[in-house]
């Protein structure tokens, strides 16, 4: 089976640096994704990680340790608008089928 | 480009009535996937189509929810009687079959059985 853990909520205010953590236990391990849903809306795809290190993009990074089963998303210079849930998720296999999501991360940003 | 679309957005019924919840996927993607997220916890996975072919249907909770995907295009999840602990939010996703990494979502449908 697979299973992640992230912790449930996290506040920080506008332009501050905020870390969302994600830690798994998988079967088989295929990469850490990571999507954002702002109340209402659809989750969207923000990175995918399949080796270890970090990757960049704009204010959003992801980071990525197997040996330690754990990876981050990391949101920089916060904006109100990045007040949303993050969700990380495994793929069930290398094909990119199903996807087993954490319990998401509700963000608060305030001014 | 059109995204995935669901209808509708919302649905409340009473229990033991029947709902019909369709996706429309982005065009071209083969896989079709429903996902559900009840009372704020995790978005589980409830199953998976390839074309019109049912490629891992697992997460089904039980004999009470059918889906279809008639032709390879949109899909329909019906949940038939429902129950109380049938609500919740009910996603689709589709993804093309040469893209591994992403899929795309809809908005989903926000079910309330009361």
């Known amino acids: 089976g697979q299973s992640l853990e992230q912790p449930s909520e996290v506040t920080a205010v506008e332009g501050a640096i905020v870390q969302i953590n994600c830690t798994y236990q998988?079967?088989?391990?295929?990469?850490l994704s990571w999507y954002q849903q702002h109340d209402g809306g659809a989750p969207t795809f923000l990175s995918y990680?399949?080796?270890?290190g970090l990757e960049e993009t704009g204010r959003f990074s992801s980071f990525l340790s197997r040996s330690d089963s754990y990876g981050y998303l990391l949101l920089q210079e916060l904006q109100m608008k990045d007040s949303a849930s993050y969700f990380c998720?495994?793929?069930?296999?290398?094909?990119?089928?199903?996807?087993?999501f954490g319990g998401g991360t509700r963000l608060m940003v305030k001014p | 480009e059109a995204g995935v679309t669901q209808f509708p957005s919302h649905s409340v019924i009473e229990k033991g009535q029947t709902v019909t919840l369709r996706c429309d996927p982005i065009?071209?993607?083969?896989?079709l996937y429903w996902y559900r997220r009840v009372m704020g916890k995790e978005i589980k996975f409830l199953l998976h189509?390839?074309?019109?072919?049912?490629?891992?249907e697992s997460g089904m909770p039980n004999n009470r929810f059918l889906a279809e995907r008639t032709g390879g295009t949109y899909s329909t999840l019906k949940v038939q009687p429902a129950e109380l602990e049938d609500s919740g939010v009910y996603f689709c996703?589709?993804?093309?079959?040469?893209?591994?990494?992403?899929?795309?979502f809809g908005q989903g449908t926000r079910l309330t059985v009361v």
């Open positions: 065009s071209g993607h083969d896989n």
């Open positions: 998720a495994v793929p069930s296999n290398n094909a990119g089928n199903m996807l087993t």
């Open positions: 996703a589709s993804r093309p079959t040469t893209l591994n990494t992403e899929a795309f």
């Open positions: 990680n399949a080796l270890d």
């Open positions: 189509f390839v074309k019109e072919s049912k490629q891992d």
């Open positions: 998988t079967s088989g391990f295929y990469g």
